[in-house]
Nanobody, 124 residues
């Protein structure tokens, strides 16, 4: 049984930073390609960033580039989402997702396993 555990959300003032963490464990693979998504109230879930199983490939949504970076520590089997210069419009529930294989995907429906989500609230 694969479990995905995401954490690190909270309340932050505009201009501040947060680092979200995600660990996927269990199943037949010790590591997965990972994605971060977010969903604001009344909006669809949207891609934020993704990283390959090896960590050699990654991508960030074009609207977030320059403020968001994704990385992973394979020794700790943990993926991080560093978010800087946060804006009130970044307020959402952030979800980590895992997929078997070497590639991450932009589409949420491609992911097999999901975390419970962590709330990020940015005050103005």
């Amino acid at each position: 049984q694969v479990q995905v555990v995401d954490s690190g959300g909270g309340l932050v003032q505009a201009g501040g930073s947060l680092r979200l963490s995600c660990e996927a464990f269990g199943g037949t693979n010790s590591r997965y390609s990972m994605g971060w998504f977010r969903q604001a109230p009344g909006k669809e879930r949207e891609f934020v960033a993704g990283i390959t199983r090896s960590g050699e490939g990654s991508g960030v949504d074009s609207a977030l580039k320059g403020r968001v970076t994704i990385s992973r520590d394979n020794f700790k089997n943990t993926v991080y989402l560093q978010m800087n210069s946060l804006k009130p419009e970044d307020t959402a529930v952030y979800y980590c997702a895992a997929v078997d294989g070497e590639s991450y995907f932009l589409g949420a429906n491609r992911y097999n396993y999901w975390g419970q989500g962590t709330q990020v609230t940015v005050s103005s």
